[in-house]
């Protein structure tokens, strides 16, 4: 079936330094969306893309989606304790009322 | 505009039982969408209602069942409860769930079977 894989399971940085997760998926998505869950929380939508090449910013943030639309990134610059939590990709396949796959997520801990 | 909102939020049932979680969508939306969330598997979709239909389902056996209400708000329903059900299950909701709409996620309810 459709998969989404999701790199790093696990990423320790020391505040400051730059974090990065990639999803990829084996066939074409049509769009692609990122969420952020925060220790005992839920997942919160931060952004889609859905544009073979598009890259997007939000202020730290940058995200983008490989030309082929099977690939997609999230980099955060300068972490902060603030970005702690579980990024998850999650790609949509074909037709308007396609389910969302979601990536295993990756766990970003930042230590002051 | 009030978020998704699930209820119960904590719920301990055994094995066997049966158990009913409620997720109200933001005023409007009209597509509500079930997902399971485990340590092990991650956030897993089960199903999508729309108008009072379900339009798409995920791999989860028929134990888990849902429904729409014209209000828009759903249910979720899991029969014979399995260890393994233990989960945080969150609903979504969208305006009417089309390819590039945003999902609303609520809280979740955290369910454990004993």
């Known amino acids: 079936g459709q998969q989404v894989m999701q790199i790093p399971q696990y990423q320790h940085v020391q505040e400051g330094e730059d974090f990065t997760t990639y999803c990829n998926s084996s066939?074409?998505?049509?769009?692609i969306q990122w969420y952020k869950q925060r220790p005992g929380g839920h997942p919160v939508f931060l952004i889609q893309?859905?544009?073979?090449?598009e890259v997007k910013k939000q202020k730290r943030l940058t995200f983008q989606f490989g030309e082929a639309k099977k690939n997609s990134s999230l980099h955060i610059t300068a972490t902060q304790t603030t970005d702690v939590g579980t990024y998850f990709c999650?790609?949509?396949?074909?037709?308007?009322?396609?389910?969302?796959?979601f990536g295993k997520g990756t766990k970003l801990s930042v230590k002051p | 505009k009030a978020g998704v909102t699930q209820t119960p939020r904590y719920l301990i049932k055994t094995r066997g039982q049966q158990v009913t979680l409620s997720c109200s969508p933001i005023?409007?939306?009209?597509?509500v969408s079930w997902y399971q969330q485990t340590p092990g598997q991650g956030l897993q979709f089960l199903f999508e209602?729309?108008?009072?239909?379900?339009?798409n389902k995920g791999n989860f056996p028929g134990r888990f069942s849902g429904r729409q209400f014209s209000n828009s708000r759903s249910e979720m329903n899991v029969s014979t409860l399995e260890l393994g059900d233990s989960a945080l299950y969150l609903c979504?909701?969208?305006?009417?769930?089309?390819?590039?709409?945003?999902?609303?996620f609520g809280p979740g309810t955290r369910l454990l079977v004993l």
């Open positions: 979504a909701s969208s305006l009417s769930g089309r390819n590039q709409e945003t999902q609303y």
């Open positions: 066939t074409t998505l049509s769009n």
């Open positions: 893309l859905v544009k073979s090449g």
């Open positions: 999650a790609g949509r396949y074909g037709g308007s009322q396609g389910n969302l796959i």
């Open positions: 005023s409007g939306h009209r597509s």
């Open positions: 209602y729309f108008s009072e239909t379900q339009r």
